[in-house]
């Protein structure tokens, strides 16, 4: 397929080549037909299978921590504390599947009714939301 470029752009490519060539950098090289689907490397597809499998099963074997909605915030504006400079709190976190716990955390953002705690676990950082009274500074 040969493409033609436009007077008018002076030297440039025109909408309608420019769809072309993207078109025609999928086909094969008669243009007719389109190349076969990427496969797996099978060199590595153990190492990653069982990768994929050791994730799947840490994130479901986390536990769920159960956040407040928006409706809990009300009308005042959330304070949020400077990124480096979190206060340390003692945080009594409710759980879906299992009790409440009260594990140490970082207040990242508050108001009159409620705290934004965050804190480091096995998966990563986590963030919920609570009752400001289910909080407490730690020293």
Not at 70 to 98: F, M, S
Request: proline share 7%.
């Amino acid at each position: 397929m040969r493409h033609v470029r436009d007077r008018a752009s002076a030297g440039r490519w025109s909408s309608a080549a420019r769809r072309r060539r993207r078109i025609g950098s999928t086909l094969s090289a008669g243009g007719r037909t389109p190349r076969p689907p990427v496969t797996k490397n099978r060199r590595y597809e153990a190492h990653y299978d069982a990768l994929n499998d050791q994730r799947i099963v840490q994130g479901t074997s986390r536990r769920r921590a159960c956040t407040l909605g928006k409706d809990a915030y009300g009308p005042q504006p959330i304070e949020w504390a400077p990124r480096g400079q979190l206060p340390p709190v003692w945080v009594w976190i409710t759980w879906a599947d299992d009790p409440a716990s009260r594990i140490p955390a970082e207040a990242s953002g508050w108001n009159d009714r409620v705290v934004i705690v965050e804190w480091e676990d096995d998966g990563g950082r986590r963030s919920v939301v609570v009752w400001r009274n289910a909080v407490a500074r730690r020293h």
